[in-house]
């Protein structure tokens, strides 16, 4: 990989470290117009009891088209023993919709998580493990 790919990534925030509750948090759409791949990287600090967190997909970011879970992109759930652990999944945006986010619910109490979603112009289908892959 060459600088001018890395430059041709985008970082996005899916869920700020602030935006964490006891309910389930939509993070804000991102456009993927342009992007190939999104490689999802949850940072799970204090996980009180548990942790679930997915991705979903609208084609006009939930003005008409409500978002909807993208099948198979979800994390397994991360369970109070698991306080502090990265995960990181892989979407590949070819045939999902124009808008992906990133949706957490912190299930019986307060969780303290983040989200960042990582955009590339190129699927590197590469063998690498993740979390999930779809």
């Known amino acids: 990989m060459t600088l001018s790919d890395v430059a041709a990534m985008k970082t996005a925030v899916g869920i700020l470290a602030d935006d964490y509750a006891a309910v389930t948090t939509n993070g804000t759409g991102i456009d993927t117009t342009g992007y190939h791949q999104a490689l999802i990287v949850v940072n799970a600090g204090v996980i009180t009891t548990t942790l679930d967190v997915k991705i ?79």
């Open 56 to 134: 979903q997909e609208s084609s006009d970011n939930g003005v008409a088209d409500a978002f909807a879970d993208i099948t198979g992109a979800a994390f397994a759930q991360i369970p109070a023993i698991d306080d502090n652990k990265v995960v990181v999944g892989r979407v590949n945006l070819q045939g999902t919709e124009q808008y992906i986010r990133v949706v957490g619910t912190g299930v019986g109490g307060s969780q303290s998580y983040s989200a960042t979603v990582i955009m590339s112009p190129y699927y590197t289908g590469d063998g690498s493990t993740f979390d999930f892959e779809v």
